[in-house]
């Protein structure tokens, strides 16, 4: 099952100030491309894991990357690098998704260190690539869980997951 990746992300915004006979603008467009062709090295991967979840209030679960996960053909998947991360939370949400931290087994990868966490607020996305060869380093067994997190108590929080990787 050969596996292509294309992650687009782009940004157009412009900065206005009206003055007394005209408007002065400032264009802002910048875009990059991640592109990923199958395999295992620089630029490629071969894996591919997807979900969205609920967490209850104060709730939080830990991904295991390198064991539980199972492709959207029910195989099992394996990790040994993370080439991109995105979480979206749901615009819905009262409370930030929180990303990392697991109380064991930490999947380090972007996080500098263990206890290291990402919150993702209501409405927002965090996109992680490392195309290169190496990616985010997943060590089954040891630095290969990605806990997820409920911020607070009083409301669940949905979000949405995608993992892109490689299984060398």
């Not at 040891?142 to 409920?150: K, S």
């Amino acid at each position: 099952m050969p596996l292509s990746a294309r992650l687009l992300l782009q940004l157009a915004a412009e900065l206005t100030s009206p003055l007394d006979l005209t408007t002065v603008a400032a264009p802002l467009s910048f875009a990059r491309q991640v592109s990923l062709t199958d395999g295992a090295g620089l630029n490629q991967a071969n894996r591919l894991w997807s979900d969205e979840r609920v967490l209850a209030a104060s709730a939080n679960e830990d991904l295991d990357l390198a064991g539980t996960l199972a492709d959207p053909f029910g195989a099992a998947i394996t990790f040994a690098r993370v080439k991109a991360l995105l979480v979206a939370a749901s615009p819905a949400n009262a409370n930030n998704v929180v990303i990392g931290g697991a109380a064991s087994n930490q999947f380090v990868g972007p996080f500098g260190a263990g206890t290291h966490t990402l919150a993702v607020r209501p409405g927002g996305l965090l996109a992680l690539t490392a195309p290169d060869a190496t990616g985010y380093a997943v060590t089954a067994g040891t630095g290969d869980l990605l806990r997820v997190a409920n911020s607070g108590a009083g409301s669940s929080v949905t979000y949405q997951i995608v993992v892109v990787g490689a299984a060398s």
